[in-house]
């Protein structure tokens, strides 16, 4: 079973946290939710999310992929982070993926995950960061390799069911996203 690490800061977004670990529990994916600390996280619009773990107790741990929810100050705290910094460059130089939504793809940039890549992001967010080679893009998904990021709460969807289908193939993608019960103009071909 792919395994899946979602660290959620204070302040995340919960819009995209809460749809991101939905989504890939539908598909079957092992998805460990992880505190910075051992509080409650409340997150950007004041809903409180209870992490399954900290962060301390699963760093030594591999995972498939880590995704990281965007929303401020969310994605300044997953920033200002050395334990992630570190996960992060171990779980790309495995060849894992790494994926990031609305503000926190500067965590990914952070770290040079974005250098030469094709990238996306909340507006204005990478332009503030001097990233090299960075090939900004503004479709509401955006793969290179095996790097994965997205825009915003409006993407968080598409982002989930991207994860999805990299993480167990396109027809579990298809089954997840025909029980949502999206309109049909949305659905991925």
Do not use: W
Request: net charge negative; hydrophobic share 45%.
């Amino acid at each position: 079973m792919a395994s899946v690490l979602v660290p959620l800061a204070q302040g995340c977004e919960e819009l995209e946290a809460v749809t991101i670990i939905d989504l890939l529990r539908r598909a079957g994916i092992e998805v460990i939710t992880a505190g910075l600390d051992a509080q409650p996280v409340r997150a950007s619009r004041g809903t409180v999310l209870i992490p399954d773990t900290t962060l301390d107790k699963v760093t030594e741990r591999d995972f498939d992929m880590i995704v990281l929810p965007g929303g401020l100050p969310g994605a300044d705290h997953l920033d200002q982070d050395a334990r992630l910094h570190v996960m992060l460059k171990r779980t790309a130089a495995a060849g894992n993926y790494v994926a990031a939504i609305c503000a926190a793809p500067k965590v990914l940039a952070s770290n040079g995950l974005l250098n030469n890549r094709k990238a996306t992001g909340f507006p204005g967010v990478l332009d503030k960061l001097s990233v090299t080679g960075l090939d900004y893009r503004e479709e509401a998904v955006v793969q290179d390799g095996k790097i994965i990021t997205s825009r915003g709460p409006g993407t968080a969807m598409d982002f989930a069911l991207a994860l999805i289908e990299n993480l167990v193939g396109r027809d579990k993608r298809a089954q997840v996203e025909s029980a949502l019960q999206r309109p049909s103009h949305h659905r991925a071909g």
